[in-house]
């Protein structure tokens, strides 16, 4: 006979991948609006996500499901690993979000849109007016979701701040922040220092001479494949400013952005996003299995594409590597 905590699992699995499906739509709505629609549409289909993303939030708001992640959080030391990591992070998900109604999450995630789109205008125009008073909305918005927002035990030291802070980095607050602010200011200091007291002079002209975008793309496709993106589980794309969107399991993809007269640009974004994709990929199959896929720290992920951008990328001997085809594509 199946034990009440296996149906409580069960069900709350089986919400989890209607709530998956519609999280997968939403985020190919929000690929195509940052990559092949058109300005015009921007904003209309921005709403199209945001409104399949509203049927997502309220699968967790049902009472039944509300009800099945409160008895397996009182029964968490019973749980086999990969179920309690799953059932805490529900519990503390749902006591943020338990005053926060499908209502008010649309009316948030609008004003986040909305944000994009000026946003995107002033990057192409390069007058920010337009943008400041969306972003004035948006800070506003977080504001208000923090006056509500329930806390576990261990949040409540927070200031409002890093809360927020620690929403995106799990253990992160203003302390660490400004401490790592302050060793990377110390290093960075010395290091501008020593450069600007030096004579030797570097020569860059040659970073700057025009390129063709279908020239960038082929050598963005050239890096990937030399990285080991897996093109069957994966694909790039052209936008305003670099991302990498996981989709689903088999669905990761990156965006770059060409500049005519800086391909450098190019090379070192593809790079660094197909650190983020590359970390996707090779995800453990558990982690999908579980509900879990992105439960690892934002920390995490960008220290893996800042490895591949600077420490890989950037060595003499990743550059010797791909020379031979950076003279071919760009004689």
Same mark, same amino acid.
């Given at each position: 006979?199946?034990?009440?905590?296996?149906?409580?699992?069960?069900?709350? &699995?089986?919400?989890?991948?209607?709530?998956?499906?519609? #999280?997968?739509?939403?985020?190919?709505?929000?690929?195509?609006?940052? #990559?092949?629609?058109?300005?015009?549409?921007?904003? /209309?289909?921005?709403?199209?996500?945001?409104?399949?993303?509203?049927?997502?939030?309220?699968?967790?708001?049902?009472?039944?499901?509300?009800?099945?992640?409160?008895?397996?959080?009182?029964?968490?030391?019973?749980?086999?690993?990969?179920?309690?990591?799953?059932?805490?992070?529900?519990?503390?998900?749902?006591?943020?979000?338990?005053?926060?109604?499908?209502?008010?999450?649309?009316?948030?995630?609008?004003?986040?849109?909305?944000?994009?789109?000026?946003?995107?205008?002033? +990057?192409?125009?390069?007058?920010?007016?337009?943008?400041?008073?969306?972003?004035?909305?948006?800070?506003?918005?977080?504001?208000?979701?923090?006056?509500?927002?329930?806390?576990?035990?261990?949040?409540?030291?927070?200031?409002?701040?890093?809360?927020?802070?620690?929403? @995106?980095?799990?253990?992160?607050?203003?302390?660490?922040?400004?401490?790592?602010?302050?060793?990377?200011?110390?290093?960075? #200091?010395?290091?501008?220092?020593?450069?600007?007291?030096?004579?030797?002079?570097?020569?860059?002209?040659?970073?700057?001479?025009?390129? +063709?975008?279908?020239?960038?793309?082929?050598?963005?496709?050239?890096?990937?494949?030399?990285?080991?993106?897996?093109?069957?589980?994966?694909? /790039?794309?052209?936008?305003?400013?670099?991302? #990498?969107?996981?989709?689903?399991?088999?669905?990761?993809?990156?965006?770059?952005?060409?500049?005519?007269?800086?391909?450098?640009?190019?090379? @070192?974004?593809?790079?660094?996003?197909?650190?983020?994709?590359?970390?996707?990929?090779?995800?453990?199959?558990?982690?999908?299995?579980?509900?879990?896929?992105? &439960?690892?720290?934002?920390? /995490?992920?960008?220290?893996?594409?800042?490895?591949?951008?600077?420490?890989?990328?950037?060595?003499?001997?990743?550059?010797?590597?791909?020379?031979?085809?950076?003279?071919?594509?760009?004689?």
């Amino acid at each position: 006979m199946e034990s009440i905590i296996n149906k409580q699992l069960n069900y709350i &699995k089986k919400e989890l991948t209607r709530e998956r499906e519609y #999280t997968q739509a939403a985020t190919i709505i929000e690929f195509d609006q940052m #990559t092949m629609c058109p300005p015009m549409g921007h904003e /209309m289909e921005g709403n199209s996500a945001v409104r399949v993303s509203n049927h997502a939030f309220r699968i967790r708001k049902s009472a039944k499901f509300i009800d099945c992640i409160k008895a397996l959080y009182g029964e968490i030391d019973s749980l086999e690993e990969y179920d309690r990591v799953l059932v805490e992070d529900l519990y503390r998900t749902y006591i943020h979000d338990k005053d926060v109604s499908p209502e008010l999450f649309e009316e948030f995630s609008r004003i986040g849109n909305n944000a994009w789109v000026a946003w995107s205008k002033a +990057r192409e125009t390069e007058d920010v007016s337009g943008y400041l008073p969306e972003l004035e909305k948006v800070i506003e918005s977080k504001k208000k979701f923090v006056s509500i927002a329930g806390k576990m035990p261990d949040e409540e030291k927070y200031s409002d701040y890093g809360f927020l802070l620690n929403l @995106y980095e799990n253990g992160i607050d203003e302390d660490v922040i400004d401490e790592l602010f302050r060793v990377s200011k110390d290093g960075i #200091t010395d290091l501008l220092q020593r450069i600007g007291n030096s004579n030797k002079v570097i020569r860059t002209d040659f970073l700057k001479r025009p390129v +063709r975008d279908s020239q960038q793309e082929e050598m963005a496709k050239y890096l990937m494949e030399t990285l080991g993106f897996d093109f069957e589980k994966g694909t /790039m794309a052209v936008s305003e400013h670099p991302f #990498t969107s996981l989709i689903s399991e088999n669905d990761v993809r990156i965006t770059t952005h060409y500049y005519s007269d800086n391909f450098i640009s190019n090379i @070192y974004s593809v790079i660094h996003e197909c650190g983020h994709a590359l970390f996707e990929q090779l995800l453990p199959r558990e982690d999908h299995k579980y509900f879990i896929e992105d &439960k690892k720290s934002m920390g /995490m992920h960008e220290a893996i594409s800042r490895y591949y951008e600077n420490i890989l990328g950037r060595s003499k001997a990743f550059i010797s590597l791909i020379y031979p085809k950076v003279c071919e594509i760009f004689p």
